[in-house]
């Protein structure tokens, strides 16, 4: 017969014994209704492909597992195919099913076999509501799945200088554009007439529409924070985690050690362990013997009735031991660095059980930064971000000293500045200090016993970036990176080691602050013999700060821009030490002018502002990227890739259950099912 003319118009009714009627593979024009032949004539072409005939039994069960990857398949009652080499005439279907097949190449994602499997009879009804219910379906798919197509965050990714994992998003190429224009702007202008520049418009900042205020500042964007909208916080606690008020394997006591930060977020860790080992947590102990020797207590910092309450639901926590076990001297362990949750169960709990009393005398990344269950994380970040607010005398202190550094608007940078005499002495770096001041921190290194290291070679171990900046090097960080002479900065450190080190800073950034000169007298004498409270203060102004920038990576550093991830992605530069000291060294010896070093700066630190990323993982638990440090993934998520994920397995579980509720019974199911499976996700 001809390839388009029109068919008999004689009838016949289906067997009741076929699955589905088996097309011929010869293409043919399908007329939309009752026409002529020269209507016919014009009618979309139509593809009716050879379905392979089935010898084997297979029945398709549907999943309500939410967690499903892959098309589970079983055994049951199987029905054999019929009918091969039959042919199909247009007049065989009824005008839905021929409406249905003209407009195929509209409705590509619905394979033919299913189409042809409508049939008429008493279910057409329920067959026809049901194919165009998937229809709903796949259209919402499908619409979903373009309108989440810009979004390319978590598959392309760049590895940088410091081995991160930096995810890009298409608002990435704008900044790029944006910064490139500004350089060769910058390049054109005098250094004079360009800082004349830079002083006019951030006075004019308040007046100015954000937009506006991008294009005509120096550098665009210094004190945009990257782009993370697609990101959310997701601590929120399982409905199959909440404690149930089971009887407690024991008491945990736990002594936090080092300074406030490593004391925090070793509390957090304890947190998890109480939940992992199904302990009771008391009110933890401060480390007093540190190099500040602080006297305060937990509940001198910390809100520690707030601190009960949030956790309340996780794990019981109490302000003290019950009096039976009081007098009890409990047994003394150090848990092992970095351990899993099998540690703590295979080796604590018995423990536990057997003395009811256990004592932890160290704290401090006692628990694995990955390979944890998504629950222990979650509490972790509770904890941390929900739990451990500091008390409410420090809490007001440090919103007096934020809303006074952002007076009239201004924004200001938050500068850890960890040129301490404790640090430097650790490190033994001593760049730009005198004979005597190299002296005093080598004596200081060889009396303090637990530091391993006491030979150490200061310039090969700045060489390496192994050294915090000096206030020179910070100082001409900031101006490289675009931040003008009257930018409000606030030092988070102690008191800035050797005798004239803060002159070169101040003499290009006069507008500096700390809390010792930002607070008044009556104030700050509270706080003032207090080492971790005036530490707490800084934490505060850090975390609310516009950018924050560290210069090395101290506790404080990892605890602050892992909670301004937590909170939005807040602009956090990372400097690239080892690399940026080495364009000083040259910019100090002539070889390269202001405007190349700046150039240089800015550009080696392009991804290093703060941007999403996965954590990364390392070889060792000492060389992976601290848990609170980033704390994503664990308790940030990505809306765009998790509703995409969604969208496409509900988009599938509904393909299979639609056809398994028309054709419950036919053996063809599983491969049209496969098939639709395939032709969705290539579409």
């Known amino acids: 017969m001809s390839s388009g003319g029109p068919t008999s118009s004689t009838s016949t009714t289906p067997t009741a014994s076929a699955a589905i009627a088996l097309p011929t593979t010869t293409r043919r024009r399908v007329a939309d209704g009752p026409m002529d032949a020269s209507a016919v004539s014009t009618a979309v072409p139509t593809n009716i492909n050879n379905v392979s005939k089935i010898n084997q039994d297979l029945v398709v069960s549907s999943s309500t597992d939410e967690d499903e990857e892959s098309d589970p398949t079983g055994n ?118 360009f800082e004349r520049l830079s002083f006019s418009e951030s006075e004019s900042e308040s007046s100015m529409p954000k937009r506006l205020l991008d294009e005509h500042s120096t550098i665009p964007g210094i004190w945009m924070k990257p782009s993370s909208d697609d990101f959310n916080k997701c601590i929120t606690r399982p409905k199959n985690r909440i404690r149930t008020g089971s009887k407690t394997n024991g008491y945990l006591l736990v002594h936090a050690n080092g300074g406030l930060n490593q004391m925090r977020t070793g509390i ?93 005398t160290h704290t401090d990344s006692r628990l694995a930064n990955n390979g944890l269950a998504i629950s222990i994380q979650r509490l972790r970040c509770r904890a941390n971000y929900v739990g451990l607010r500091y008390t409410k005398e420090i809490e007001d202190l440090g919103k007096v000293l934020v809303n006074r550094l952002k007076k009239n608007g201004n924004p200001y940078i938050a500068l850890h500045l960890r040129y301490e005499k404790d640090m430097l002495a650790f490190t033994g770096c001593s760049h730009n200090l005198t004979a005597e001041e190299d002296a005093e921190l080598r004596d200081m290194r060889y009396n303090v016993k637990h530091w391993k290291e006491k030979e150490i070679d200061s310039e090969e171990r700045r060489l390496q970036g192994g050294c915090p900046f000096s206030p020179r090097e910070a100082a001409l960080f900031l101006k490289a990176m675009g931040y003008p002479s009257t930018t409000t900065i606030y030092i988070v450190a102690g008191e800035i080691y050797g005798s004239n080190s803060m002159a070169a800073f101040r003499s290009e950034y006069p507008n500096v602050f700390s809390h010792n000169t930002l607070a008044t ?51 956090t530069i990372n400097p690239d030490r080892q690399n940026f000291v080495k364009l000083v060294d040259l910019f100090d010896k002539g070889d390269i002018s202001w405007e190349e070093f700046s150039s240089e700066v800015r550009t080696l630190h392009s991804d290093r502002l703060g941007a999403p990323y996965v954590r990364q993982i390392g070889e060792a638990p000492r060389l992976e990227e601290n848990f609170y440090a980033n704390p994503f993934p664990g308790c940030i998520c990505n809306n765009s890739q998790e509703q995409i994920a969604s969208l496409k397995s509900d988009a599938r579980r509904s393909i299979r259950k639609l056809y398994l509720l028309i054709e419950p019974r036919s053996s063809e199911a599983s491969v049209v099912i496969q098939q639709a499976d395939m032709e969705c996700l290539l579409a």
């Open 268 to 360: 957090c860790d304890m947190v998890a362990v109480a939940k992992i080992m199904n302990a009771t947590l008391v009110l933890p102990y401060l480390d007093h013997e540190s190099f500040w020797t602080d006297p305060s207590g937990f509940k001198d910092i910390f809100d520690w009735r707030h601190f009960i309450e949030v956790l309340t639901d996780d794990i019981e926590i109490i302000e003290y031991l019950p009096t039976r076990y009081a007098a009890k001297k409990p047994l003394l362990k150090a848990p092992i660095s970095w351990s899993k949750a099998s540690y703590y169960r295979r080796e604590m709990i018995p423990l536990l059980k057997e003395h009811k009393v256990i004592k932890f």
């Open 521 to 571: 007298e009556e104030e700050l004498d509270p706080f003032r013999p207090y080492q971790n409270r005036l530490a707490a203060l800084d934490y505060i102004v850090a975390l609310e700060s516009d950018v924050f920038v560290y210069t090395y990576d101290g506790n404080m550093a990892k605890a602050v821009q892992g909670h301004r991830r937590f909170e939005g992605f807040r602009k």
């Open 76 to 193: 049951g009652g199987a029905v054999s195919g019929s009918g091969s080499g039959s042919h199909v005439h247009s007049n065989h279907y009824s005008p839905v099913i021929k409406y249905l097949l003209l407009r195929r190449r509209v409705f590509f994602c619905i394979p033919e076999a299913w189409l042809l499997s409508v049939r008429s009879g008493r279910s057409l009804g329920r067959k026809i509501l049901g194919t165009l219910t998937l229809m709903a379906v796949v259209s919402v798919f499908l619409t979903f799945a373009f309108l989440g197509g810009h979004v390319d965050v978590g598959y392309g990714v760049k590895r940088t200088e410091g081995r991160l994992l930096i995810l890009k998003t298409n608002n990435d190429d704008w900044k790029v554009a944006q910064r490139a224009v500004a350089e060769e702007d910058q390049a054109a202008r005098p250094k004079r007439i």
